[in-house]
């Protein structure tokens, strides 16, 4: 961290604010108790955008059990695109995380949410 302070480097320091940025507004913050105040946070904050709190938001999600799509929806939205897989509906959610492009991938079977990927976003164009 403190190389990439001292550097002159714009792209590197800008990774920095926003972490820290996104760190002291949540830690100054009331924490949200449940997944709709976390998603009340996130709308009031990036919505439409993706960035931290949608990361956060998608994380929790994750963590959820028996988590039905219209719900799923109802929280992040529609997603980027959706494929048919033998697994079920895959849906891609590009957003962005300290900067860096990343891609939620989630799983629906049987309009049920069955699984939660994430993996950095090489090919998006943010």
């Known amino acids: 961290m403190l190389f990439d302070l001292q550097s002159s480097d714009q792209k590197r320091l800008e990774q920095w604010k926003m972490r820290l ?3 002291l507004d949540w830690s100054s913050s009331s ?3 449940d997944l709709t105040e976390l998603a ?3 709308r009031s904050r990036e919505a ?3 960035s931290n709190y949608f990361a956060d938001l998608v ?3 994750s963590l959820s059990g028996n988590l039905k799509k219209a719900s799923l929806l109802n929280y992040i939205g529609t997603p980027d695109a959706t494929q048919e897989t033998q697994e079920g509906q895959s849906l891609s959610y590009h957003f ?3 900067t860096k492009p990343e891609l939620a991938l989630i799983v ?3 309009d049920i949410v069955v ?9 998006s164009e943010e």
């Open 115 to 123: 699984g939660f990927g994430f993996r950095s976003d090489t090919g």
């Open 48 to 50: 439409p955008g993706r």
């Open 108 to 110: 629906i079977s049987n």
């Open 21 to 23: 940025r996104h760190h």
């Open 96 to 98: 962005t995380q300290n």
């Open 40 to 42: 009340a946070l996130y």
């Open 59 to 61: 994380l929790n999600l």
């Open 31 to 33: 924490k949200p108790r």
